[in-house]
């Protein structure tokens, strides 16, 4: 339902101050919607196959689990059930993996995870594990923890500088690698810590020829030189938590390659499992063939008629927003407007679900760009959601004037995944001594943006209000918008 409040008058408001308008989404609100529905140009057939196999490429003895595992938004599991363990709980693994094939693009992740996963996240939320990614000769690996609030801190145990030293040292011809895991929650002075070990029988050394020095000093410090890692958990996190119902092996949750790979002599808490018959882990999608259509940039967020966000009625704005392709926007017709004028909104959200490097941005902008998003182009008064991985999804102020002078602060609240917020905006010309400030609430949170002298002067021009897309190069995030007031001309 849209509804403009035609009582500001009578409420003693400036004639000059735009009205808010609501939007219940209980049908289809015609907002105008760009590049917003984008159909794969070739959706990916995914085809997983992996449980246990009476094979012996990883361990000691016949019997494994593993095999063909595709990297897909849609989550897929083999695993043993295990007693609920948290981040207050100690606990270890041992075993033993073995990869035979890897496609650029694949992702495996091996360890302790929460069977609860909303897909397209990239990595599991609530997990401490083996985190891999391929290439054509070979992968890389890190082990990470991530929250159930998708938090993130680990460390590489392959050498990797972003964009510099990106080896993938992990053969792909069968050699076998054994490794453990232990998180101890008094270590690191109780903030909790987990320690990692590798090693292999015949994969000792690595020449990756004359290098930089940084990459050097890099190799140097990771596998197969050095074979021990103890990662901190960041203070803090121990108090967010994580739940870890299952241990085995999950695909990672973005659209990609292949890998066949077999994990054996697997012990979880000192109990060795028996892999000389199938154990009967749990198996969820491990065993199917499906199209996927949730490939990189393939936006598809809009009006949709259901209710994550919480809202009184169904229906509600949002779905899946990539960083990546496309620019893409879903908004409101609402101008003219502009910086010297008072603007506010609020409603309700819902995080579904976010990779790393992923974000996207909520409010008022100019439609006049068609190629390039506000954040950058200029236009823009609004909320951005996303952040470092360490931390998850800020949910903060931004804008980005006429002369694309950008403005934001460096943190604030967080959207928690699966949680619906009741949030606030409100932009004022005449705050912050005549230069203007923004403020935005998310929950019991509120952090304050003021702008600098000159900034407002440099104006912008905003017909449009609703969520728009980054270009930089990344995942998706999942999001629901319900029950939204907005300042917006008649």
């Not at 449980?51 to 595992?69: C, D, F, L, W």
Request: net charge neutral; glycine share 14%; proline share 7%.
């Amino acid at each position: 339902m849209n509804l403009i409040l035609p009582v500001f008058l009578a409420l003693g408001v400036s004639a000059t101050a735009a009205p808010l308008k609501t939007e219940t989404f209980d049908r289809e609100p015609g907002w105008e919607g760009h590049h917003n529905r984008i159909p794969p140009e070739k959706p990916l057939i995914v085809t997983q196959d992996f449980g246990y196999s009476a094979t012996n490429h990883a361990g000691k003895a016949q019997g494994e689990v593993g095999g063909s595992i595709q990297r897909s938004t849609t989550p897929a599991y083999y695993a043993a059930e295990i007693p609920v363990r948290t981040l207050e709980d100690k606990f270890a693994a041992s075993g033993s993996f073995a990869l035979t094939k890897s496609q650029p693009g694949a992702g495996i992740f091996f360890g302790f995870f929460n069977s609860n996963q909303p897909g397209g996240s990239g990595r599991p939320i609530g997990s401490l594990g083996l985190h891999f990614d391929f290439e054509g000769k070979g992968g890389r690996l890190a082990t990470r923890l991530i929250t159930g609030t998708n938090k993130s801190c680990g460390t590489f145990i392959t050498p990797y500088l972003p964009g510099k030293f990106r080896p993938t040292p992990i053969k792909n011809d069968g050699t076998r690698y054994h490794w453990t895991l232990a998180y101890d929650p008094q270590g690191a002075g109780g903030d909790g810590e987990f320690t990692f070990t590798m090693r292999s029988d015949t994969h000792t050394s690595e020449d990756y020829g004359e290098l930089p020095e940084a990459s050097q000093k890099e190799a140097l410090a990771r596998f197969p030189e050095t074979q021990r890692f103890t990662v901190p958990l960041t203070p803090g996190y121990k108090k967010e938590g994580a739940t870890f119902d299952r241990f085995g092996v999950l695909n990672m949750m973005k659209s990609g390659g292949v890998a066949v790979m077999f994990f054996d002599d697997v012990v979880i808490d000192g109990r060795a499992e028996d892999f000389s018959r199938d154990p009967g882990w749990a198996a969820v999608g491990n065993r199917t063939t499906y199209e996927d259509r949730e490939i990189t940039g393939a936006h598809d967020f809009g009006f949709s008629a259901t209710n994550h966000a919480g809202g009184k009625g169904t229906g509600e704005a949002g779905g899946g927003l990539w960083r990546s392709g496309a620019y893409a926007y879903y908004a409101d017709k609402v101008g003219p407007l502009n910086i010297d004028q008072k603007l506010e909104a609020r409603g309700k959200a819902k995080l579904v679900t976010a990779g790393p490097d992923s974000d996207m941005h909520i409010g008022w902008f100019s439609g006049a760009t068609k190629d390039k998003s506000p954040d950058e182009a200029g236009n823009f008064v609004g909320i951005h959601v996303g952040g470092p991985t360490r931390i998850g999804h800020y949910f903060i102020p931004c804008f980005t004037t006429a002369k694309a002078t950008k403005g934001k602060v460096e943190n604030g609240p967080i959207i928690t995944p699966g949680k619906v917020f009741d949030w606030a905006l409100l932009y004022d010309p005449a705050a912050n001594n005549g230069h203007g400030e923004m403020r935005v609430t998310l929950g019991d949170e509120s952090v304050t943006l003021p702008l600098k002298p000159g900034q407002k002067a440099q104006g912008a021009t905003l017909d449009r209000f609703g969520l728009f897309t980054s270009q930089a190069g990344g995942q998706m995030v999942k999001i629901f918008l319900d029950d939204v007031s907005y300042t917006a001309n008649p």
